[in-house]
């Protein structure tokens, strides 16, 4: 009676391991679909950082801005477009850049955070994207940014890979 327990024990591990083998076996043959919204933003964005490298920064930003109420702020935009037209002299020719964090808070804000790879220095590009539906029927749930800003403070890209 007990060698029979024992044999029945052994049979549901093996097919419990049979199962979890096939379940991360389908997981991986069947990937899940990209999130379109996330692929267009990081798009924008890749496009934005490639502009800023070859030196077409006000156009750039005005690419990047298209809709949103920061290009209205023409001080503070203006002083954002300066800054940037010295990432090369302060850190170097810029190399590469990458995304190194993308978040969805909800269904209608995005945060997304690029490394922009510099010759001497990275530098770290912060994003927020935001998408209010049935605000205007003209609106249709459009992508636009309500904060962009650059940093070098990499100490703090310890919290983002911590978890």
């Known amino acids: ?23 991360s076996t389908s997981a991986q043959d069947f990937p899940a679909e990209p999130d379109r919204d996330m692929v267009s933003l990081d798009d924008k964005i890749s496009q934005f950082l490639t502009d800023v490298a070859m030196g077409e920064t006000p156009d750039a930003f005005s690419a990047l801005l298209e809709g949103s109420r920061l290009a209205d702020q023409e001080k503070p935009l203006a002083a954002l477009i300066e800054r940037t037209k010295q990432l090369e002299t302060k ?17 209608d804000l995005v945060l997304l955070k690029y490394l922009y790879k510099c010759e001497h220095f990275p530098v770290v590009w912060h994003f927020a994207y935001y998408r209010t539906t049935n605000e205007t029927p003209s609106d ?21 890979h911590e978890n």
């Open 1 to 23: 009676m007990f060698r029979k327990n024992n044999t029945t024990i052994g049979r549901l591990w093996l097919v419990c391991i049979v199962l979890s083998v096939a379940a």
């Open 91 to 107: 850190y170097g020719k810029h190399i590469d850049s990458e995304q190194i964090a993308a978040k969805r808070i909800g269904k």
């Open 140 to 160: 249709n749930g459009t992508w636009r940014v309500i904060s962009v800003r650059f940093d070098t403070e990499l100490e703090r890209l310890w919290f983002l």
